[in-house]
């Protein structure tokens, strides 16, 4: 079955609106545009982690075989103190009795394979880069007039469109969010800084497992995400760290993407060093660091306004607190196909997918405020300040299984939940 009528779209072309064209399109929606304020898609970001099910939900779209020709499989996360002893080591994705694995892999990559896949499922001129939404209004029925800004080089023009669906996956910053919370303002920041960035190390430096390491003011997060090469068998080590500005002596918020050296920050994790892998020798490594500020947005009442929704970091950004920033944009994207499928009036649709999603997503947002699972390295430095020799004086190995049982819980993650298969079948099961 085909939607032939209906004209979905998507501000944003981003992970989040990508794999929603992509879902859309499997349900059988073919009128998809999706509309981009870069010009074109660059090799933007570093690593990030992509949850089991959210894996699921890509290999149900026919992605998984090109997504792991440039990833790795994640097979184990640990835990450490800062003083570099071992809190937990838990096997991830297959190893943890998933039926698909978790992913380190590169955004650029991970967006590539999205964005090609739109282009030869949906066509050559579904993705329209140098567009950006710049407001709408709401016409009777739930329609959008959605405002739109063209540039094509020096040149900008503006004009509108009436969509008969319009789904916000512009970001943290959304332009759609803004319009229909006018009063909402600036996302909130925590007063801690982020700084992320790509190292290249021999491989039998790189470490093969993932880890967090810190408290809860200073906190290192470090990665492979691709194989060796084979030339020079140098590994792509994905690393994030964290730290209150105030610690040191900078209380800008900045840009959200700023270049800064390495030495800014790297004399803060000298001697930082986890069963070999050594954090100041991944950060001397690193082709450049971009600092941004840690924040959030605060859980909103509704997503859905009449024929108008949101996904992603435009509905529900988070604390990156474990891996569910990209994970759940993934998610979103595929409950928003599924109700739309099942809805002949795509008002009540969008409600439906409101319902059934923001719920879990404003619980797993605050979850991330009080950090998730990592909060097992703030309580072993809480108890343990100077270190420990058994982790289970500190922590006993029941309250560790409880926190991490806790966290997946809440944003139905579980091993149990997620082999069930995916409750995403986008099927169609009636025509407009």
């Given amino acids: 079955?085909?939607?032939?009528?209906?004209?979905?779209?998507?501000?944003?072309?981003?992970?989040?609106?990508?794999?929603?064209?992509?879902?859309?399109?499997?349900?059988?929606?073919?009128?998809?545009t999706v509309v981009e304020a870069a010009r074109e898609s660059g090799h933007v970001g570093a690593g990030l982690n992509i949850m089991p099910n959210a894996v699921r939900e890509l290999?149900?779209?026919g992605l998984l075989e090109p997504l792991e020709a440039g990833s790795v499989r994640t097979r184990e996360l640990r835990y450490y103190h800062r003083s570099g002893g071992l809190i937990s080591r838990d096997p991830r994705g297959l190893g943890a009795g998933y039926h698909w694995p978790q992913l380190s892999i590169h955004r650029a990559h991970l967006q590539r394979v999205l964005a090609d896949a739109v282009r030869s499922r949906i066509g050559p001129d579904a993705v329209v880069g140098g567009v950006r939404v710049t407001g709408l209004d709401t016409l009777p029925g739930g329609r959008a007039r959605v405002r739109l800004e063209h540039r094509d080089?020096?040149?900008?023009?503006?004009?509108?469109?009436?969509?008969?669906?319009?789904?916000?996956?512009?970001?943290?910053?959304?332009?759609?969010r803004a319009a229909l919370n006018p009063a909402e303002g600036e996302p909130p920041w925590n007063g801690m800084l982020v700084w992320r960035g790509v190292s290249r190390l021999p491989a039998d430096?790189?470490?093969?497992?993932?880890?967090?390491?810190?408290?809860?003011?200073?906190?290192?997060?470090?990665?492979?995400?691709?194989?060796?090469?084979?030339?020079?068998?140098?590994?792509?080590?994905?690393?994030?760290?964290?730290?209150?500005?105030?610690?040191?002596d900078d209380t800008s918020r900045g840009n959200w993407n700023r270049p800064v050296p390495v030495e800014k920050f790297l004399h803060h994790y000298e001697g930082w060093e986890?069963?070999?892998?050594?954090?100041?020798?991944?950060?001397?490594?690193?082709?450049?660091?971009?600092?941004?500020?840690?924040?959030?947005?605060?859980?909103?009442?509704?997503?859905?306004?009449g024929r108008t929704t949101l996904i992603g970091d435009a509905a529900h950004a988070m604390y990156p607190i474990g891996s569910n920033g990209a994970t759940q944009s993934i998610i979103d994207a595929r409950a928003l196909a599924h109700a739309l499928a099942r809805h002949a009036d795509p008002v009540e649709?969008?409600?439906?997918?409101?319902?059934?999603?923001r719920p879990a997503m404003t619980e797993l947002?605050?979850?991330?405020?009080?950090?998730?699972?990592?909060?097992?390295?703030?309580?072993?430095?809480?108890?343990?300040?100077?270190?420990?020799?058994?982790?289970?004086?500190?922590?006993?190995?029941?309250?560790?299984?409880?926190?991490?049982?806790?966290?997946?819980?809440?944003?139905?993650?579980?091993?149990?939940?997620?082999?069930?298969?995916?409750?995403?079948?986008?099927?169609?099961?009636?025509?407009?």
Avoid at 13 to 18: D, F, P, R, S, Y
Avoid at 153 to 158: A, E, I, M, W
Wanted: glycine share 10%; aromatic share 8%; hydrophobic share 45%.
């Fill in 59 to 61: 290999d149900a779209l």
């Fill in 349 to 357: 649709g969008l409600a439906s997918y409101d319902a059934a999603r």
């Fill in 153 to 176: 080089g020096s040149n900008c023009g503006r004009t509108s469109l009436e969509p008969d669906v319009l789904i916000g996956a512009d970001g943290i910053r959304s332009a759609v």
């Fill in 274 to 305: 986890f069963d070999g892998v050594s954090v100041p020798e991944v950060l001397r490594a690193a082709d450049g660091a971009f600092e941004y500020p840690m924040v959030d947005r605060e859980p909103l009442e509704r997503w859905s306004h």
């Fill in 1 to 32: 079955m085909t939607y032939t009528t209906t004209h979905i779209m998507i501000a944003g072309g981003g992970i989040a609106g990508l794999t929603a064209a992509l879902s859309l399109h499997a349900a059988g929606f073919e009128r998809i």
């Fill in 365 to 432: 947002q605050r979850a991330n405020r009080q950090l998730g699972p990592e909060v097992v390295i703030k309580l072993a430095h809480e108890r343990a300040p100077g270190g420990f020799t058994d982790i289970h004086d500190v922590i006993p190995a029941a309250e560790l299984a409880e926190i991490a049982a806790r966290y997946a819980a809440t944003g139905a993650f579980d091993a149990e939940t997620v082999n069930q298969g995916s409750p995403y079948d986008v099927t169609p099961v009636r025509l407009r």
């Fill in 205 to 248: 430096r790189a470490g093969t497992f993932m880890f967090i390491a810190g408290d809860d003011r200073q906190k290192a997060v470090v990665y492979p995400m691709a194989g060796p090469d084979p030339d020079t068998r140098e590994v792509h080590v994905n690393w994030a760290l964290a730290m209150p500005a105030e610690a040191i």
